[in-house]
């Protein structure tokens, strides 16, 4: 079973944006304090949702008018793959998505508490990541922007030169991915924008030092992420820092997905490097006050948008 043959969507107009990565179905539990060990909790809610991060960012995209498109990974040929593909039909991304019976559709378990915190479990990745090794990559060649993510590592780099050799710039979500230097050294080379966070807890960092590093890796622009303090965006020319506003937050999960969504949306807008970073915080702001995936309407971002202070 498929939706959006690879020859239909070969014959249609290329997506602004294509993000490649790994297709799961998820369960996002939501409590009110994290169990302690050896204990439990009662959830308020419980949620399925498409992930990994390139499809949270395509749907995003997607909500906000602009056309994206997914290449992803295989899912089993299971009740859990089935509805992820009905999800991805039902929601408009370009893409061919494919089943097999080789393996079980990915699971993925994200546990949040109302204070942002959470934690996460993932079945093994591998098997179904390698088959983006012979995915159809031809959707990249006229799209405006590439998304990657760095924890799909060993299954990018042919995306990332395909991009290259097309001329369309690239965006690769490095995390703490960056703090290996051989990594950094692999990847920057092919990336125009990369986004990365500094420690675990994101505070008390200089997040200057880590955007340097990101622009001297070969990117031309740096995205610094910093959880509640917002971002810091970098160019060669440019230092901008975008404060987040102070809001209580609810689910923080995707929040760094729905920035990612929210930068490269300003970017195939062609806004400035302020607006667009603008966007992005107010974008993933907005996400951590509703339980679940949520992409507001653009008018209410930049609305927020345009409120933030600006460092």
């Known amino acids: 079973m ?14 602004d944006a294509v993000c490649l990565g790994l297709i799961t179905l998820g369960t996002l539990i939501i409590v009110d304090k994290l169990a302690e060990t050896n204990t439990g909790v009662v959830p308020e809610q419980v949620i399925e949702y498409l992930s990994d991060d390139g499809v949270i960012a395509a749907l ?5 008018g602009a056309t994206s498109g997914v290449i992803g990974t295989k899912l089993g040929r299971d009740a859990a793959g089935r509805e992820a593909i009905r999800q991805l039909a039902d929601s408009g991304v370009a893409g061919s998505f494919k089943m ?17 915190n959470r934690t996460y479990y993932w079945a093994d990745r591998e098997e179904p990541l390698s088959t ?25 780099l042919t995306a990332l030169k395909t991009a290259r050799k097309a001329g369309v710039p690239t965006f690769l979500n490095f995390e703490h991915g ?33 955007g340097e590093r990101l622009l ?56 400035s490097l302020e607006r667009t970073a603008r966007f992005a915080v107010a974008a993933a702001s907005l996400k951590c006050t509703v339980v679940g995936l949520a992409a507001f309407p653009v008018s209410e971002i930049e609305t927020l948008a345009d409120q933030l202070t600006i460092g």
Not at 250 to 256: E, F, H, L, P, R
Request: negative net charge; aromatic residues 8%.
């Open 100 to 116: 097999t019976s080789k393996y079980r559709t990915p699971a993925e378990i994200s546990i949040a508490d109302k204070g942002g």
């Open 216 to 271: 001297k890796s070969g990117a031309s622009i740096a995205l610094v992420t910093l959880a509640s303090e917002g971002c810091l965006a970098l160019t060669q020319d440019e230092s901008i820092r975008v404060y987040a506003p102070k809001f209580d937050v609810v689910d923080a999960n995707a929040a760094g997905a729905t920035f990612s969504g929210g930068f490269m949306y300003g970017t195939v807008q062609g806004w």
């Open 2 to 15: 498929m939706s959006n043959s690879s020859s239909k969507a070969n014959k249609s107009p290329a997506p």
């Open 178 to 210: 960056h703090e290996n230097d051989e990594l950094l050294s692999l990847y920057g080379q092919y990336s125009t924008i990369i986004q990365g966070v500094t420690d675990a807890a994101q505070v008390n960092v200089h997040p200057e030092a880590t």
């Open 132 to 156: 983006l090794d012979d995915a159809d990559l031809s959707m990249i060649e006229n799209a405006k922007i590439l998304y990657v993510d760095w924890y799909d590592h060993g299954h990018i």
């Open 60 to 64: 995003a995209l997607n909500q906000w």
